[in-house]
């Protein structure tokens, strides 16, 4: 009877008036115990509302159901399909739509409602998955910095082909946490292309130039962050790179050449189908070993006394030397591989001389980059040291300055003047002198013993004064004293 009561009385009220009646009728099903007679008439009640013309009823029903486990799942559905500003406050947060649910979501919505479903709390794989394949940047944006959302390294692949050359994506992408070495990798090739076809279109570089260039940039970024990395990360990112065909002898090269042998390792078992382990032993004992390791991963055999070479030096240093930095080539490497490849005819060495000569030169220049910020770094302290001294030197010849020109009067005690009877504080300045105020209510006896006391040991420290000093000086002062007594 009060339901019927309540449609009747919203047919003829204000939107805003049926507005307020329906979330409270909302929220007495939702929150208020009500008998479950009346739980059903007030769930019909609530059907019904959804017919309502106002966008403000139905926004009201939104935002008092979307929370809820136990709002009814008709009324959720179909606020989910309405208006974007209605849909997305249940798309964004009701526990009752499942994945199905949210998918269609996807398919039939616009922008805002994938943004909505994007923030959900959990998202699960599968719906991340859809997002990946049909969803704008914008909205696959918002689905990778929810850190609650489990996205697989399918789906962030997927979301890279997709829009990797949108910036937003991109610093989104990195900056999510633990996220796979592949992935990096993948965002990082996208950046490359980027930047290389700004720059041929730029008329900056030629299109062969900065395919080089690009292709030489991804390969010290991949050694630089898979530095340090668990084997089975690096295993997986190996495999990336095989299936996007940038598994190459000029990116093992550089990896030797660089001392990162743990991807070097994992990149000869994968082209040679061998264990790790076995590889390592393959690179650890000598020259005619690593040949025939060199063969089975398919690599060109003009690269093998570089190869060689390297890993030569590499063993001669203890296995120690590696950049200056992750992914830093070393120079004597470089030059071991280069004095190895001068015995080669031309034909076959010119394109290994030419990479090496490009290994040599980067490497120069990496280690005068680090010589020079270390100049800066050393210049910057040196200069702030001197003006730190400069302020000190300044403070004390201030103070030096202040302490001469102080006058006498402020440097001799006001207690000993009051005492003495000489100068009168009190009468000179205008000022109450508290020492003076205190001696004044002594007893005439207590402050004749003080005076007293104090006149004996200043005798007694003229007197020690007088006996440090020449005889001959003495004498001359008395004389002095003498003459000045008797001209007055």
């Not at 991340?128 to 609650?148: C, P, S």
């Not at 996208?190 to 900065?210: D, H």
Request: hydrophobic share 50%; charged share 25%.
């Amino acid at each position: 009877m009060i339901i019927r009561q309540f449609l009747a009385w919203t047919q003829h009220g204000s939107p805003t008036r049926r507005a307020e009646a329906a979330g409270a009728l909302a929220r007495a099903y939702l929150y208020g115990g009500l008998a479950p007679e009346i739980a059903r008439e007030a769930e019909v009640a609530l059907l019904a509302l959804l017919d309502d013309p106002s966008q403000l009823v139905r926004r009201t029903l939104a935002e008092a159901c979307a929370g809820c486990a136990t709002a009814p799942r008709p009324l959720i559905v179909t606020l989910a399909a309405d208006q974007p500003e209605i849909a997305g406050l249940v798309l964004a947060r009701s526990p009752v739509l499942t994945d199905a649910d949210l998918v269609y979501g996807l398919a039939i919505g616009c922008a805002a409602t994938r943004r909505a479903i994007a923030g959900r709390r959990d998202l699960s794989p599968a719906v991340a998955g859809a997002m990946a394949e049909i969803a704008e940047a914008a909205a696959l944006v918002a689905l990778i910095r929810n850190r609650t959302a489990r996205i697989t390294t399918g789906s962030l692949l997927r979301m890279v082909e997709r829009h990797g050359d949108d910036a937003d994506l991109r610093e989104a992408m990195l900056a999510r946490p633990n996220l796979p070495l592949e992935i990096r990798q993948a965002v990082t090739t996208r950046l490359a292309e980027v930047l290389s076809a700004f720059a041929v279109a730029s008329g900056w570089l030629t299109p062969m130039r900065s395919e080089r260039t690009s292709r030489e940039a991804q390969e010290r970024s991949t050694l630089a962050f898979s530095a340090g990395a668990h084997p089975v990360d690096l295993a997986r990112l190996v495999t990336h790179l095989r299936h996007q065909g940038q598994l190459n002898a000029g990116l093992l090269l550089r990896a030797i050449l660089s001392g990162h042998m743990s991807f070097a390792e994992r990149a000869l078992a994968d082209l040679s189908g061998l264990a790790p382990d076995r590889v390592a032993g393959l690179m650890r004992d000598g020259s005619a070993a690593f040949a025939a390791l060199h063969r089975k991963a398919g690599l060109p055999s003009a690269l093998l006394p570089a190869f060689t070479a390297a890993l030569s030096a590499w063993h001669e240093a203890g296995r120690g030397m590696i950049g200056s930095a992750p992914g830093a080539l070393s120079r004597r490497m470089i030059a071991r591989a280069l004095t190895a490849c001068e015995a080669m005819p031309f034909a076959e060495a010119q394109g290994v001389m030419a990479l090496l000569a490009r290994f040599e030169a980067e490497a120069a220049r990496e280690d005068a980059r680090l010589t020079v910020r270390e100049m800066v770094e050393a210049a910057e302290h040196a200069a702030a040291q001197a003006l730190e001294n400069e302020i000190l030197d300044a403070e004390w010849r201030e103070a030096q300055r202040q302490v001469a020109h102080r006058p006498e009067a402020e440097s001799a005690p006001k207690w000993d003047i009051a005492i003495a009877g000489e100068t009168d504080a009190t009468e000179e300045t205008g000022r109450t002198d508290p020492v003076g105020l205190i001696l004044d209510a002594l007893p005439g006896e207590i402050l004749a013993e003080f005076r007293n006391e104090r006149d004996r040991s200043h005798a007694v420290a003229v007197t020690v004064v007088l006996d440090t000093l020449p005889e001959a000086l003495v004498a001359s002062y008395r004389a002095d004293r003498e003459r000045v007594r008797l001209a007055a």
